[in-house]
């Protein structure tokens, strides 16, 4: 597995804290950090996970 879906994976969860930190505190610059790290979360899995499939890895 690829670095980069690990971390991908863990930008995603830690954007998924803020998010909702910042829903529940109506803190609306927290929340859309929290949306912001999720995407690029995602982006990275992304990439992590074309890199192994080009190695050939599952």
Do not use: P
Request: net charge positive; aromatic share 0%; proline share 0%.
């Amino acid at each position: 597995m690829d670095k980069d879906r690990i971390e991908g994976s863990v930008d995603q969860a830690k954007g998924s804290v803020k998010e909702g930190a910042g829903k529940l505190t109506g803190d609306k610059k927290l929340e859309a950090e929290g949306k912001a790290d999720k995407a690029s979360g995602k982006v990275q899995n992304a990439v992590g996970g074309a890199k192994d499939t080009l190695r050939g890895d599952k």
